[in-house]
């Protein structure tokens, strides 16, 4: 899910949260009226305000995790990022027919990582690599250096994930 999604959902359960704060003070305030008789000396006064501050404070770390989400959060920023070089690539089709010459120096392997790379029109994060071969990280990153050294793709950091771009 998109982080701003998340923001928002997480505003909502806020919201849940401050609703059933503010029925279960209402409660507990009509409770403690009715059965001290001490008046605002009572102990329990002060455990309900005590409970109340907390109980707020949780709920507004709640709103300020969700309000990052939507107006910080990474990961849309690394998908907007894939969009625009993307969009960069789009001029040119690639296709595994224009690679052909350069397919068969590779191995199996390879030629699979590769043909996904070209696939995706050229652009695209390793992880997905990983999903996509059924090969295991360590294996995929090394394909990727030898494909590097070769000079056929380039590997950028993005945060905690590399992006694979296709060099023509």
Not at 31 to 49: A, D, E, K, Q, R
Not at 87 to 111: C, G, H, P, W
Not at 123 to 138: G, H, I
Request: proline residues 1%.
């Amino acid at each position: 899910m998109r982080n701003r999604v998340v923001g928002f959902i997480i505003l909502g359960i806020a919201l849940l949260i401050a609703f059933i704060i503010y029925s279960f003070n209402r409660a507990m305030r009509d409770i403690i009226n009715t059965s001290c008789s001490h008046g605002s000396s009572c102990p329990m006064w002060g455990s309900l305000n005590f409970q109340t501050n907390v109980s707020i404070g949780i709920t507004a770390f709640v709103v300020l995790i969700g309000i990052y989400l939507i107006f910080f959060g990474r990961e849309e920023k690394i998908v907007m990022k894939i969009k625009k070089i993307r969009e960069q690539f789009e001029a040119r089709k690639i296709t595994k027919e224009n690679y052909r010459d350069v397919m068969k120096k590779l191995n199996s392997e390879e030629k699979l990582v590769f043909g996904k790379v070209i696939d995706v029109q050229g652009v695209m994060m390793q992880s997905q690599l990983v999903e996509k071969t059924k090969l295991n990280k360590v294996k995929i990153t090394r394909i990727l250096d030898k494909l590097e050294i070769m000079g056929l793709i380039e590997r950028k950091r993005r945060g905690m994930a590399n992006v694979v771009i296709l060099k023509y």
